[in-house]
Structures are given as structure tokens and as C-alpha cells.
């Protein structure tokens, strides 16, 4: 295993900065010390995998805890379900994993009315009016999430605004200032983000002594009270969820949009099958998987956009990739952004074709990676469903248009962002 070289003080922080994203630094070590490397994350040392390969041989006996999970609650400082005995891990990420299957089934109605109401809206846009789909669909988002997550009492907008204030700004450094250690270097910046983050766990506290009471069983949070887990443990998931599924879902959303406005051909086949299983009727959570065009077209947006271009798991006990030990309590970052672009996995990885997860290779790569099947990041399956609802309700009544000259630049950090606002216009399907 090969290491990059480094300060003593800050380890590989410096390279990170200067790269622009601790992705940006991944695709410069892999390519220049190959699938498996080390560096120093600060006083830490980190092991890199960046191959298909190298992936499969580590996740396979790995499957306690999401990777995705993994980086961000250690961002978080969460400690509770790392580092703890597999079998709690297993049961924590089972009840996550239930809580959101759940809540998705209980809640279908209320992601649909969401999505109705914003469809209505761009329908009375004129043709040529320019539409900011982050914007737009961040607003979708938050208040999808924050309903199906913690309850009716986010149905208001003013309780939505206010979450999302200190939202925006825990992802903001989350996404880039604890990745490239700039965080640490700002006293001022440091201090806003935690009083952000003690603010928005007394309102996810709130909420959890609230449901507790009302011992209801319709969200997210519900389904968590049920469990063995604590209150804090509670507290950190309902975190984790209202984060990262806010996030994800505005840009896995805002992503397919976009691509979906400069492929014409791409948006005609996927409306197409929408009428054919759909007809006239409203999406139903027992229709979505029949809609496996759909499905194509947001696995490939998810591999072009890179959408979570890192994760990570803990080395539970020593072990071995390639002829490379790892030992136990090890971080092993997984470099999905650099794979979902390696051209050894797939062919002509910049452009946008759907029509590759035809073929059963591309499939079951992407299942590997964590993308699709029974190893799917819970988070990414709630964003999953959001956009084919928003997908089957918008393209059926309109049709998506490019802006002549405009190009998407991708900001690749804990979940990949447009880098400048993405905009498109709309016309009504005749």
C-alpha cells in the first residue's frame, strides 16, 4: 500500500484544500498511487479503495453499518452505533432502515400533494420563463422530509423556514469545512456551526419527547420509539435522516432534471413508459416498480453527478485487501466517485445513458457500489422515490428544456452539488 506524503502537523489537509474537495484529491491519489492508498486525514491515518475490486473485497465482509452513515456521523461527532459490537450495529441500521420503509408507505399521499403542488406551479410558468431547479426542489425537499421525518407539525412553512436555517448551514460545513479542516482553522465559522447544530437537536429533542407522548406511528421518528434505542440515539438518527435526506434528494432530483433537459430522446422514452404503466392515474407506491426505465435513468444520474462521491466504513477487525493489510479500527474511505467514473467499469463514463443499466454488468456493479438493492443507502432510497414521484407527475404534463449555452459544473463533496444554480424552462405537454 502506497502513501502520500504529508505534514506532520496537519497530515494531507493542505493537499485536500489545494485540490478544491476531498474528492478532487482521491481521483490525484489513485491515479497516481493506484487502487489502494493511504493518507492523513489530520493526526488520522485513512486507507483509500478505488476500484471495483478493491471495493467488492472490502464490503463484502462489511455489511454491519452504511458507509454513507459512517461519514457523516463521525462528522457529526456521533459516536453511538461506532465502534460498538456488530450485533447492535446490525439492529440499529435494521430499525433505521425499517423506520423510512415505513414511513414511505405510511406517508405516499403526503410526497405526492408536495409534488402536485410544485408541478402546478411551474405550470403556470410561460414557456420561456427560466426555472432554478436547486431552488425549487431544495424547497420540495425540506418539506417532504421534514413531514415524512418528524410529523404534521412541519406542515407549516414557517417551522420549514426555520429548520432549514440551521440546516443550511450544518451541511454547509459538513459538505466542505470538517473535510478539507477549515472548520477547525475559524473560530467564528466554528462557533455558528455549533450553535446550529445544539439548536436543531433541541428541536429534533422536542419533537422526539412530543411523538413519545402522542404515541403515534405514522413517521419517521415513530417507528424509532417503538425500538430499543435511546433518546439520544434517536436524536442522532432523526439528524442523519433530515440531513442527508434533504440533500440528497434536492440534488438527485435537480440532477435528473437537468440531464434530462439536454436529452430529448431520453425524456421521450422515459415518458413514454410512464403512460404505458401509468396511464392517467396518479403514481402509487405499489406502481414504482414497474417503472424500471425510471429506475435507469436515476441510477445513471446518480453514477454521471457522482452524487455521493465519498464514504467510509470503520475496520471492525484486521483485515486484508489484495495483499494489503488493514487494521482493525482502521477508517477505509470508499472512493465511489473515482469508480463510477472508472472507464475499466464503464464505457464512455462522462456521457449520460440509461440505457446502460440494460445490461446485467452495470446492474450488479452498481449494487456493489451500494447504489441499488438490498444494500441501498436508506437515505438514497427515500430520494429514490421523491424523484420517480416527481418525475411520474411532472413529465407526464410537461415537457423539460436546456438553456441554450449553459454548462453544469459539479461541486463534489459529501453529497455532489451543482456548483452554480441549474436552470431550465418548461412547456406544457399538448
Known amino acids: 500500500m502506497r502513501m502520500c506524503l504529508c505534514s506532520l502537523r496537519d497530515g494531507n489537509l493542505q493537499d485536500i484544500v489545494n485540490r478544491g474537495s476531498l474528492h478532487d484529491f482521491l481521483v490525484s491519489l489513485h491515479e497516481e498511487f493506484g487502487s489502494v492508498a493511504s493518507f ?24 454491519t453499518t452504511d458507509s454513507f452513515e459512517t461519514v457523516l456521523k463521525s462528522l457529526l461527532g456521533y459516536q453511538s452505533g461506532m465502534g460498538s459490537g456488530a450485533n447492535d450495529s446490525v439492529i440499529r441500521k435494521k430499525v433505521y432502515e425499517s423506520a423510512i ?23 403556470s410558468f410561460p414557456d420561456a420563463q427560466h426555472t432554478p431547479l436547486c431552488a425549487h426542489l431544495l424547497g420540495l425537499a425540506m418539506k417532504t422530509v421534514t413531514q415524512l421525518a418528524l410529523g404534521e407539525h412541519f406542515r407549516e412553512d414557517a417551522a420549514v423556514i426555520s429548520f432549514r436555517k440551521n440546516h443550511d448551514t450544518i451541511w454547509s460545513e459538513i459538505g466542505k469545512g470538517y473535510l ?32 413519545k407522548i ?33 440533500v440528497i434528494t434536492t440534488n438527485l432530483c435537480a440532477f435528473a432534471l437537468h440531464f434530462l433537459s439536454t436529452s430529448p430522446e431520453v425524456q421521450d422514452k422515459l415518458y413514454r413508459e410512464l403512460q404505458d404503466v401509468l396511464g392517467s392515474d396518479p403514481v402509487s407506491f405499489d406502481k414504482i416498480p414497474q417503472l424500471k426505465y425510471c429506475q435507469q435513468v436515476l ?10 462521491p465519498v464514504a467510509a466504513r470503520l475496520q471492525e477487525l484486521d483485515g486484508k485487501v ?44 452498481f449494487s456493489l457500489l451500494g447504489f441499488s438493492g438490498s444494500q441501498t443507502c436508506p437515505d438514497l432510497r427515500f430520494a429514490y422515490t421523491v424523484a420517480t414521484v416527481l418525475l411520474s407527475t411532472l413529465l407526464r404534463q410537461l415537457k423539460l428544456h436546456k438553456l441554450e449555452g449553459q454548462v453544469m459544473d459539479i461541486r463534489s463533496e459529501l453529497v455532489s452539488t451543482p456548483k452554480d444554480e441549474s436552470w431550465i424552462t418548461v412547456s406544457k405537454r399538448s
Open 180 to 211: 478539507d479542516g477549515t472548520l477547525e482553522k475559524s473560530s467564528s465559522r466554528k462557533v455558528h456551526y455549533e450553535r446550529a447544530l445544539s439548536e436543531m437537536e433541541s428541536v429534533l429533542l422536542s419533537v422526539v419527547k412530543e411523538r
Open 40 to 63: 492523513w486525514f489530520g493526526g488520522r491515518l485513512v486507507v483509500s479503495l478505488g476500484s471495483m475490486n478493491q471495493l467488492q473485497q472490502h464490503i463484502n465482509p462489511n455489511h
Open 214 to 246: 402522542q404515541k403515534k406511528q405514522t413517521v419517521f421518528v415513530d417507528t424509532l420509539l417503538q425500538s430499543s434505542l435511546t433518546e439520544q440515539q434517536i436524536v442522532e438518527d432523526c439528524m442523519v435522516f433530515t440531513l442527508a435526506g434533504c
Open 322 to 365: 489484495d495483499q494489503h493489510i488493514i487494521p482493525k479500527e482502521t477508517l477505509v474511505i470508499y472512493a465511489l466517485g473515482v469508480v463510477l467514473q472508472d472507464s475499466d467499469t464503464w464505457s464512455t463514463p462522462c456521457r449520460f445513458d440509461p440505457d446502460r443499466f440494460e445490461e446485467e454488468f452495470a446492474r450488479k456493479s
Open 101 to 123: 420503509n415505513n414511513t414511505l408507505k405510511n406517508n405516499f399521499s403526503i410526497m405526492v400533494k408536495e409534488v402536485e403542488k410544485l408541478v402546478e406551479k411551474w405550470k
Open 299 to 308: 441510477n445513471e444520474t446518480v453514477r454521471t453527478a457522482k452524487l455521493t
